[in-house]
């Protein structure tokens, strides 16, 4: 797919460097299967260095172009492989890393690294650790070897029994953990949702169905053996979810919080998160007419904006509902997930630099 990838980038002082890096508005985007282009800003040349490891230092990685001073870089890739850049301003000896904020998958969907987000504390998220995703029930085998070069540990499922049947992943040979639920208990009275305060509902009841989830999850990466993935369907709404989750654990704001939120509009290939479904082959499974029926009219076929009629993000009801019943993200984790203040100090320590 020709796609603009952007990521954050992470400044990272090198032993006598200053205080803050000079390189801005760094981004790489994927222009062809087998090309990248790394652009930035800065009135100093930079060094520029790639690696295929998420934790490379300019030390440990290729240097592939001195002192440039034009602010772009051209870098051939092969198809699926995801590299790492790293610009050190050649003034004050700086780095910055970054990276393709999605992964360049054939039939995939919204699959894409966490890394590079600033925390209130001016940190960063590391990079190549934690993976959010659509479902992958239809993956190439080109995107098989994409993924499983990542050296996942875990694959966390948030899909409801009834998805992960008629889309089960295709991503094998990890740690898989899935709590069985019916897409009907999210979806409420009425069944699924179909219009967007519909959809705000259904974000309200999150915080308790996901529950045994979500502390998966944070087990997961509590236990940190590995890069972990997470997913639903879409990647957008539950996943979202875990998401503002996690990035809050980790110090993360909430403006960039939603910002991550909303990339799913972007990112999503919707085409690819769930098989055709013969609507006649599943008379008695709600599930199965609900995404056959959006599969009919096209409407699963295009990303839909993550706002109600009032522009409000969708992910806010379910943190709204946190908020009210426990006063806050850090309290609900504590009380209902058992993430203790004194977890969230070593997934810092783990998942920030």
């Known amino acids: ?13 090198l032993m006598g460097g200053a205080a803050s890096a000079k390189v801005t508005s760094e981004k790489v985007d994927r222009v ?7 652009t ?5 040349p930079v060094d520029v260095y790639v690696s295929d490891s998420p934790d490379a230092t300019f030390a440990t990685a290729k240097l592939v172009s001195r ?8 870098s051939a890739v092969a198809p699926g492989a995801r590299v790492y850049f790293l ?3 050649t003034k004050d000896n700086t780095l910055v ?3 393709e904020r999605a992964l360049p998958l054939d039939h995939g969907s919204n699959f894409r690294d966490l890394g590079g987000y600033e925390t209130k504390d001016g940190k960063h998220v590391r990079w190549g650790k934690i993976f959010r995703s659509g479902g992958q029930p239809m993956l190439s085998e080109s995107d098989l070897a994409t993924t499983h070069a990542l050296g996942l540990k875990d694959l966390v499922d948030l899909r409801s029994s009834e998805e992960r049947v008629l889309a089960p992943t295709r991503i094998n040979g990890v740690r898989y953990t899935a709590v069985g639920y019916s897409m009907m ?10 219009q967007m305060s519909q959809v705000g509902e259904a974000y309200k009841r999150m915080p308790a169905l996901l529950a045994p989830q979500i502390r998966d999850l944070f087990h997961a990466l509590r236990a940190n053996e590995g890069p972990i993935a997470y997913n639903c369907s879409a990647g957008q709404d539950r996943t979202g979810f875990a998401t503002a989750l996690i990035l ?10 939603y910002a991550d939120y909303h990339l799913s509009t972007t990112y999503r290939n919707p085409a690819y998160e769930m098989p055709k479904i013969n609507a006649a082959a599943y008379p008695e499974n709600p599930t199965a007419q609900y995404f056959a029926k959006m599969q009919e009219d096209g409407r699963m076929l295009k990303p839909q904006p993550l706002y109600d009629s009032n522009k409000k993000p969708l992910l806010q009801y379910a943190l709204e509902e946190i908020e009210g019943r426990y006063g806050s993200v850090e309290a609900y984790l504590d009380k209902e997930i058992g993430v203790k203040p004194s977890d969230v100090a070593k997934l810092r320590a783990t998942y920030l630099e």
Do not use: C, H, Q
Request: aromatic content about 4%; hydrophobic content about 45%; cysteine-free.
């Open 248 to 257: 809050t654990a980790l110090g993360v704001p909430r403006d960039t919080i």
């Open 32 to 38: 062809s299967a087998e090309k990248v282009v790394v």
């Open 87 to 89: 610009l050190k301003d």
């Open 97 to 99: 890393r970054v990276a």
């Open 40 to 44: 930035w800003s800065d009135k100093a």
């Open 67 to 74: 002192a440039d001073a034009d602010g772009t870089f051209e």
């Open 1 to 13: 797919m020709n796609r603009t990838l952007t990521a954050l980038a992470i400044p990272l002082m």
């Open 185 to 194: 208990d999210i979806a409420g009275p009425g069944g699924p949702p179909t």
